[in-house]
T-cell receptor
Framework: KAGVTQTPRYLIKTRGQQVTLSCSPISGHRSVSWYQQTPGQGLQFLFEYFSETQRNKGNFPGRFSGRQFSNSRSEMNVSTLELGDSALYLC???????????????FGPGTRLLVL | AQTVTQSQPEMSVQEAETVTLSCTYDTSESDYYLFWYKQPPSRQMILVIRQEAYKQQNATENRFSVNFQKAAKSFSLKISDSQLGDAAMYFCAYRATYNQGGKLIFGQGTELSVKP
């Protein structure tokens, strides 16, 4: 099976702009989660989608939003970018079936966002 | 709230030797999942090993094994016969069950270097 894919891999934006990141999960996986990784804050959970519904949301401002499509692909959007939004954004998918295997999240390569 | 703590920011091991990375967590739940992920310089997050809390037997994957002490809330990773390719950042992560939200909570990471 193909792994989780994320596009684009690198982005440079300026303050005030908005950005959309895309994630395609492993085939058959219906859950997609997003994480932000920074040197200062480490890995922080943004939100999780399952069957097009947001199931869980982390402690991020409303500028961060996401959605999931019927084919399980997901997008996250950050509006009015700030310098502090510079980070590696990781997407992970899981099948969400019962048992350990279903609960395991598999990660994509990430999108590195730089805000100038 | 659940937390994960990795008390060793950096560790070093000689090639072919054994190293143990420490992780403790805090939760009031009885059913959950624990993971070790590896993040090499490419930044791709790779699953190393998974442990289901309801299983008493420690998980093993080739040269990687865990020491899961549920009562002590400890989850250490042992790497045997260390190889140069094991050099990476290692993250311990906790995931509650479906009904508890299921987001991954990460520790701050341990950077492992392997000396030839």
């Amino acid at each position: 099976k193909a792994g989780v894919t994320q596009t684009p891999r690198y982005l440079i934006k300026t303050r005030g702009q908005q950005v959309t990141l895309s994630c395609s999960p492993i085939s058959g996986h219906r859950s997609v989660s997003w994480y932000q990784q920074t040197p200062g804050q480490g890995l922080q959970f943004l939100f999780e989608y399952f069957s097009e519904t947001q199931r869980n949301k982390g402690n991020f401002p409303g500028r961060f939003s996401g959605r999931q499509f019927s084919n399980s692909r997901s997008e996250m959007n950050v509006s009015t970018l700030e310098l502090g939004d510079s980070a590696l954004y990781l997407c992970a998918s899981s099948s969400w079936t019962s048992g350990g295997a279903g609960q395991t999240q598999y990660f994509g390569p990430g999108t590195r966002l730089l805000v100038l | 709230a659940q937390t994960v703590t990795q008390s060793q920011p950096e560790m070093s091991v000689q090639e072919a030797e054994t190293v143990t990375l420490s992780c403790t967590y805090d939760t009031s739940e009885s059913d959950y999942y624990l993971f070790w992920y590896k993040q090499p310089p490419s930044r791709q997050m790779i699953l190393v090993i998974r442990q289901e809390a309801y299983k008493q037997q420690n998980a093993t994957e080739n040269r990687f094994s865990v020491n899961f002490q549920k009562a002590a809330k400890s989850f250490s990773l042992k790497i045997s016969d260390s190889q140069l390719g094991d050099a990476a950042m290692y993250f311990c992560a906790y995931r509650a069950t479906y009904n508890q939200g299921g987001k991954l909570i990460f520790g701050q990471g341990t950077e492992l270097s392997v000396k030839p």
